[in-house]
């Protein structure tokens, strides 16, 4: 189980990636923009103000703040619901149900074993 100062933890470490809303080119900061000499590393807020889209040309503000790789935006609140039911696939909790299912059985079967 993830806790949520891990989270914020991962969100502070890794700069993150911003989308172009008109072409949807994203720049990776890890990699920065080696056309425009960005070096590598270079966070979104740090490019300077007249940087544009390398594809479409697009200014900074059309770009849109989608979260660093690897922690998706939303991902903390869709899984605090619930108690954590979220987290299951339907598979899983299939399982949980013919789990429940097999224990009641076992439970009558151990019943009538017993006179
Ligand atoms: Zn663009």
Redesign the pocket.
């Known amino acids: 189980m993830i806790e949520p100062a891990n989270e914020q933890t991962l969100a502070e470490q890794a700069p993150s990636r911003y989308e172009?809303r008109?072409?949807?080119?994203v720049y990776e900061p890890n990699k920065g923009d080696s056309n425009r000499n960005i070096a590598a590393g270079t966070p979104f807020e740090e490019l300077p103000s007249d940087w544009r889209?390398p594809?479409?040309?697009?200014k900074k503000p059309?770009f849109q703040d989608i979260g660093a790789s690897g922690a998706p935006s939303g991902f903390q609140e869709n899984l605090s619901y619930g108690f954590g039911v979220n987290r299951l696939t339907p598979g899983q909790k299939n399982v949980l149900i013919f789990g429940a299912l097999l224990l009641g059985v076992i439970f009558f079967i151990s019943l009538y074993g017993l006179r």
């Open positions: 172009c008109s072409c949807g080119y889209c594809v479409c040309g697009a059309q």
